[in-house]
């Protein structure tokens, strides 16, 4: 089903696509930003929100928060806006500081995208977006469609990435979960697991990576054993007073049954989180409240390394001209 959903200063209209059923897995996605705005799931027999919802369109248009987004060109952060291309340096917009966070002020959860394929009679959906050369300061003409499906209990997303040129590409989502199925209620009754045994520490409170990969052994990174998602005194280790609580990147082990597992003790319910990228950022959302007062969730996102353009130690994520990248990211419920 699609339905208005408000229109933008500019008169643009839109919309909103529900997937899924529900007695089930159930998606409301708008047509800005690619934004999940709603997904419930049924507990105890009744549908609870599993992810941080607003309540209108300028909401969505005034967050901070990276609310539900598509995230792209670049998910993450790039050091002083700026990385070098094939000996060309491209300044990009700074919008984290002196750094590029998440594609920019109006990276791709700040564009309206064009609805390619559905029908009411399935529960997909196929977005498209143009990036123009230039645009936020990257090079190449990109474009990009985002495959969103509902199947069962699990929501899957499909992302594919075509240029005429060389340019950084790490594409991923940004859903707040709080499975308790009260997005208001707190969540130290949920824990974590994060099937890696590294993860990249930062230089200070900029949250840029150092490009070593540190093991997690002994440390509060350390979720190969689901613990919970509340941080420890921050004083407790540099890493976690750097980014007021967890807000790091890991490095993903090669052989895993899922990058990470969220279980909340209230609910019951369990989220399982699948790639086949080489990390996961997860923030606690300690920021979260003060920009939406009342409201708590956590962001799980595979994707390439932060950085990365900048890091010759960390996996490239430049596209080449011509080349198509294909990922999927897949959310289970149970």
Same mark, same amino acid.
């Given at each position: ?31 800005? @930003?690619? #934004?999940? %705005?709603? !997904? &419930?799931?049924? $507990? ?11 309540? *209108? ?123 308790? @199925?009260? #997005?208001? %209620?707190? !969540? &130290?009754?949920? $824990? ?11 230089? *200070? ?130």
């Amino acid at each position: 089903m699609i339905e208005p959903f408000g229109k933008l200063d500019d008169g643009r209209e839109v919309r909103q696509i529900t997937l899924g059923t529900a007695d089930g897995l159930q998606a409301q996605i708008l047509t800005y @930003g690619g #934004i999940l %705005r709603r !997904l &419930t799931f049924p $507990v105890r027999g009744t549908p609870r929100d599993m992810v941080v919802t607003l309540p *209108d369109l300028d909401s969505y248009v005034r967050d901070t928060t990276f609310q539900g987004v598509l995230v792209g060109r670049v998910g993450n952060r790039i050091a002083d806006s700026r990385f070098t291309l094939n000996g060309r340096t491209h300044s990009l917009t700074a919008n984290n500081g002196r750094n590029h966070l998440h594609g920019g002020a109006a990276g791709f959860g700040k564009r309206m995208w064009k609805v390619l394929e559905h029908d009411d009679s399935s529960s997909r959906v196929v977005f498209g977006l143009r990036s123009p050369d230039g645009e936020e300061g990257y090079p190449a003409n990109l474009d990009v469609t985002a495959e969103i499906a509902i199947e069962g209990a699990q929501l899957r997303l499909s992302f594919e990435a075509r240029s005429d040129a060389p340019t950084p590409v790490n594409l991923t989502y940004h859903p707040y979960f709080n499975l308790s @199925g009260d #997005i208001a %209620r707190t !969540l &130290t009754d949920t $824990v974590l697991r994060i099937q890696a045994s590294k993860f990249l520490p930062v230089r *200070d409170s900029q949250l840029i990576p150092t490009g070593e990969q540190a093991p997690v052994a002994g440390t509060p990174f350390d979720f190969r054993s689901a613990r919970t998602v509340t941080s420890p005194p921050l004083a407790s280790d540099q890493q976690l007073g750097f980014g007021g609580g967890y807000d790091h990147c890991w490095v993903l082990d090669d052989s895993r049954d899922c990058d990470a597992e969220l279980f909340s003790a209230h609910s019951g319910v369990t989220l399982k989180v699948t790639s086949e990228q080489r990390g996961i950022q997860f923030y606690g959302g300690q920021y979260l409240a003060g920009v939406h007062r009342g409201v708590h969730g956590v962001c799980l996102e595979p994707q390439g390394f932060p950085n990365a353009v900048n890091e010759l130690t960390f996996p490239s994520v430049i596209l080449d001209a011509g080349e198509t990248r294909r990922s999927t990211l897949v959310y289970r419920f149970s």
